[in-house]
């Protein structure tokens, strides 16, 4: 490969839905005598902030979640790569939430220089690696950081609302769910108040609330009569209304309450990602199928309800017409059952926690007590995950007990937890902490702190808030102080030639492997501020300012010092709804970002149309400029990237829509010698999402 090698990689996929692990691999793409090509595939929309490499060879790139992204919970995951297997890589290490956005730490050796490379459909990011020769040397500065455009960091009021709601039920938290739900319903735009009417009327239910419960899903119907989810909303409310009626004399078939509701979606897309370089044949960067299912089933009783869950996903890569290759991932697959009498929960399988300081998914149970209607007992017993790719493992076994209590109906309340999480015989992790949520009409709060008392260090002080200022204006604001990832005995392994503990204690005592832990964990904190203003009742202005920083860290073991960095981000955003149309809408959003290698602007411009009928029309474009400056290893240089993308949507009927995607991209960099370049690419993908 030449110099365009680089842009080879602008067309490796990630996976097709949220509900995908959400780091689904990574991939080398191509390679040279002097440098490596390589991507990172995410299963869902992660938008490039910024990025840094560190001086003991860990590339550290910071991403934030979508604007449409829901869920609150803690994500994980790690992949470890025996030398050799993946060129330099040895560890990728993802951390974070769609609230607090992640952090990527990636293990390099034997590299001078890192090229990032973000992606306009933000399901990949690409790295070019300058390969430094075999003998032994010093790891040298990175060579670029870029930042695209991207939504806000932090979502309106109404979203973070329903992220919360959706929190609270799961927990069985129904009067601080109803609550968060109410304020999710409000909201104008379509694809928050659809699930924000839904689940009030799920929470309102658990709660007692029938009327209030069919109030909500009457509502939804009246809206919402051709959704997808209508069947569904219909579903409940059949149940709902029947449930209670004397002699259960009706025309329609009598509903035993023995009787399972079983309901969920499937979706399956093909996706094609290519490249042509400059003077050379087309490069596939992916060509596979991605099948996605999530499959929820629940039976109430006087006495006892049951429940199960199974999501996951399956790749078929079809890129080696000499084999056929299939990757699978469960997210979840478990069985839950509540005694009411005695109100005690218990849930077993495949699973996550958005609380009590348990870090990504796990194999294990949860039973939980309420002795009262605010207040909740509870402990957890399993075995964490790297990734849903993994089988079972026995190697990272933990337990923790947590509390929580309520008060003024849910609207406040406190969740203390204690955790420890062992690995290769050895304590991993060791905490105490609290969370704590506040929720009322017009504002909600968050905080966390988490503590590990083994390490004795402070992993973690979150505090998040949205406020109503005034009928049409909403601000929001976080601190975010933590470990960069987490304090774990695990940590030691960054930067080390060892796929496991095991293989480091042969050479290291314990006190030095947990010395080693900490001397490779960063500090960050995080600062976002911004506020969204709406004028009257179809449009939207709003800005946000977003501040980064990471520590230095210590040298040990050969594994040297790594520096800080700092960066900055600004954004504006407008928004007009039904512009062509009920339904349709046009968002523009401008960024600018400084780091301290490059400074950044990026306008993305966002339409929905619709057409005629059941069909909709997404027109895209992201347009991007780059000043990169010189480095150790690389002359500065000016990239410019524009790409256009059009997605096609058509509603077959209630419970199954196709949708069709396609874009173009091109990339040009003004600089001296190879470092200039420029290309061409392109993506595609169609299929069907359904739901029953």
Request: contains cysteine; hydrophobic residues 40%; charged residues 25%.
């Amino acid at each position: 490969m030449g110099k365009g090698v680089l842009l080879a990689v602008m067309l490796i996929a990630g996976a097709s839905t949220a509900r995908a692990d959400i780091l689904q691999g990574a991939f080398h793409v191509a390679d040279d005598a002097k440098q490596d090509v390589y991507a990172l595939a995410f299963g869902r929309e992660l938008k490039y902030v910024a990025s840094d490499r560190l001086s003991n060879g860990t590339l550290v790139v910071k991403l934030r979640a979508s604007e449409d992204a829901t869920g609150t919970e803690f994500e994980q995951g790690r992949l470890s790569y025996r030398p050799g297997e993946m060129g330099p890589i040895r560890t990728i290490a993802l951390s974070g939430s769609n609230a607090k956005g992640y952090i990527v730490a990636i293990t390099l050796a034997r590299v001078d220089a890192v090229e990032v490379v973000p992606q306009s459909d933000f399901h990949r990011l690409a790295f070019r690696l300058k390969v430094a020769p075999p003998t032994p040397t010093a790891p040298g500065t990175m060579s670029i950081v870029t930042a695209p455009v991207g939504a806000n960091v932090d979502p309106a009021a109404a979203r973070a609302a329903l992220e919360a709601g959706r929190d609270a039920t799961q927990r069985g938290e129904y009067g601080a769910a109803e609550a968060a739900f109410t304020e999710a319903s409000s909201s104008r735009d379509p694809e928050i108040r659809k699930p924000g009417l839904e689940w009030l009327g799920v929470a309102r239910e658990y709660n007692g609330e029938k009327a209030l419960a069919k109030a909500a899903w009457d509502q939804f119907l009246a809206e919402f009569p051709d959704a997808p989810e209508a069947a569904r909303v219909r579903q409940r409310l059949l149940g709902l209304i029947t449930r209670d009626l004397p002699g259960r004399t009706r025309l329609e078939p009598e509903r035993n309450a023995a009787d399972w509701r079983v309901f969920g979606d499937f979706d399956q897309f093909y996706r094609r990602y290519a490249v042509r370089l400059s003077g050379q044949s087309e490069v596939v960067g992916i060509n596979a199928m991605f099948t996605d299912a999530d499959v929820i089933g629940e039976r109430t009783g006087e006495h006892y309800d049951f429940g199960f869950r199974f999501s996951g996903s399956n790749v078929y890569d079809m890129s080696n017409a000499q084999s056929d290759e299939h990757a699978y991932l469960v997210n979840s697959a478990y069985f839950e059952a509540k005694a009411n009498d005695i109100d005690t929960r218990l849930r077993i399988g495949r699973q996550s926690l958005t609380s009590a300081g348990v870090l990504g998914h796990f194999d294990g149970a949860v039973l939980s007590y309420s002795p009262t209607k605010s207040s909740t007992i509870s402990g957890v017993y399993g075995y964490a995950l790297n990734s849903s790719y993994d089988a079972f493992s026995d190697q990272r076994p933990f337990y923790g007990l947590s509390g929580k209590i309520s008060f003024f109906d849910g609207h406040i309340e406190f969740a203390p937890f204690i955790v420890q999480q062992d690995v290769d015989g050895m304590v991993d992790r060791r905490a105490i902490g609290l969370e704590s949520r506040w929720f009322s009409e017009r504002s909600t709060a968050l905080a966390l702190v988490d503590y590990d008392i083994f390490h004795d260090a402070l992993n973690d002080v979150y505090v998040y808030g949205n406020f109503a200022v005034g009928d049409a204006t909403h601000a929001w604001g976080s601190i975010d102080h933590r470990r960069s990832p987490y304090i774990t005995t695990q940590n030691a392994l960054i930067g080390m030639p060892f796929d496991d503990l095991s293989s480091l204690e042969r050479q290291y005592t314990q006190s030095q492997i947990e010395s080693f832990a900490n001397d490779r964990t960063s500090i960050a904190d995080f600062w976002t501020l911004g506020v969204d203003h709406d004028i009257g009742a179809h449009y939207q202005i709003g800005a946000d300012v977003g501040y980064s920083k990471f520590s230095s860290t210590d040298a040990s073991a050969d594994v040297t010092a790594a520096p800080g960095m700092t960066d900055y981000a600004y954004g504006v955003h407008f928004r007009a709804d039904d512009l062509f149309g009920s339904g349709g809408f046009f968002a523009a959003q401008l960024r600018f970002a400084d780091g301290k290698d490059y400074n950044d602007t990026a306008l993305y411009l966002s339409t929905r149309v619709a057409a005629f009928g059941d069909w909709f029309v997404y027109p895209r474009i992201l347009m991007e400029y780059r000043q990169l400056a010189s480095t150790a290893t690389t002359p500065s240089s000016d990239e410019t990237r524009i790409g256009p993308s059009l997605r096609i949507d058509y509603k077959w009927s209630k419970r199954a829509t196709f949708e069709f995607e396609s874009g173009y991209e091109w990339d040009f960099r003004s600089a001296t010698g190879p470092n200039a370049f420029d290309s061409q690419g392109y993506f595609c993908r169609f299929g069907y999402r359904s739901v029953f």
